[in-house]
């Protein structure tokens, strides 16, 4: 999850990588040269954008496009890091998300280390995001066209949504202890995909303890589909089936409890919308094509 850790994981050390990096014909040559991204949605853009040899570092946790920790030095966790790990790679930009990187940026910026603070939380956030890292860069026609193709993305989804024969209840847990319910590019991604928020009003909460719900709402509430991405944790159905009173919610009584992978949805960037949204999708169509509980 983004604004909660469960299980801080120390960065690894760090990690030279052996790999050389083509530099793009096309690429502006203007803005920074050697960027530390202590989160992993700015890696998977920089390169979607032909902007990879621009990368100082990265974090462990990044995940996308696949193989991408062996091509670039490891200096971070996502709330955890060692500043001198970063000093290493001589950054000339720092790209940093969500206030549990609050005090590593601090110690960047009091190294006179230049930083950008992203604090994208919606689907318009991501996009944001993107065209920000375009003028960046000096590569905003590769910004502009990553931004249409992802909208066209979300546009084929709302159509196919639009084909549904009803929404299906959509309950999605972020997190076990306590029960935390989806940020909101999460819930906006639910609602794309043809399926309705049980929580969608606590979406756009910041903090996740303001996104808690009770075990007595989700019963209530009679979610016909329920969604799991514990943030780095798996989903633990046996726990789930063995919660007291829920038995008689739709969704486990249908057996349609399932689960995401965290570093495909809870990832505020181009993986939510290539990754998380086709599965979300899978998932609520299938039951919208069921009898309504």
């Not at 808690?212 to 514990?230: F, H, N």
Request: proline share 6%.
């Amino acid at each position: 999850m983004n604004d909660v850790t469960t299980a801080p994981v120390q960065p690894a050390d760090l990690q030279l990588a052996p790999a050389e990096i083509a530099v793009p014909a096309t690429c502006g040559s203007a803005g920074p040269q050697r960027i530390a991204c202590l989160s992993s949605e700015t890696v998977e853009v920089l390169h979607a954008l032909g902007q990879a040899h621009r990368i100082a570092g990265i974090t462990a946790f990044a995940r996308h496009p696949a193989g991408v920790t062996k091509l670039h030095p490891i200096i971070s966790g996502f709330s955890t890091a060692k500043a001198e790990k970063i000093f290493a790679v001589q950054p000339d930009l720092v790209l940093a998300y969500s206030g549990l990187q609050g005090e590593i940026v601090k110690e960047c910026i009091q190294a006179g280390l230049e930083v950008h603070f992203f604090n994208q939380r919606s689907i318009a956030g991501i996009l944001g995001m993107i065209a920000t890292l375009g003028r960046l860069l000096d590569c905003q026609p590769q910004a502009q066209a990553l931004i249409a193709e992802l909208n066209s993305t979300l546009a084929a989804a709302r159509a196919q949504a639009a084909t549904l024969p009803r929404r299906p209840r959509v309950y999605f847990e972020e997190w076990h202890s306590p029960l935390y319910s989806g940020i909101r590019w999460v819930s906006e991604l639910i609602e794309i995909a043809g399926g309705e928020d049980i929580f969608a009003a606590r979406s756009s909460a910041v903090a996740a303890k303001d996104r808690t719900v009770s075990a007595d709402e989700v019963i209530a509430a009679a979610p016909e589909l329920m969604i799991a991405s514990w943030c780095g944790q798996p989903l633990d159905p046996a726990q789930v089936y063995a919660r007291a009173g829920w038995a008689a919610v739709p969704a486990l009584a249908r057996q349609q409890v399932h689960e995401i992978a965290s570093h495909d949805l809870l990832v505020p960037g181009i993986t939510a919308i290539t990754r998380g949204l086709p599965q979300l999708q899978t998932l609520i169509t299938a039951v919208a094509l069921e009898p309504a509980a």
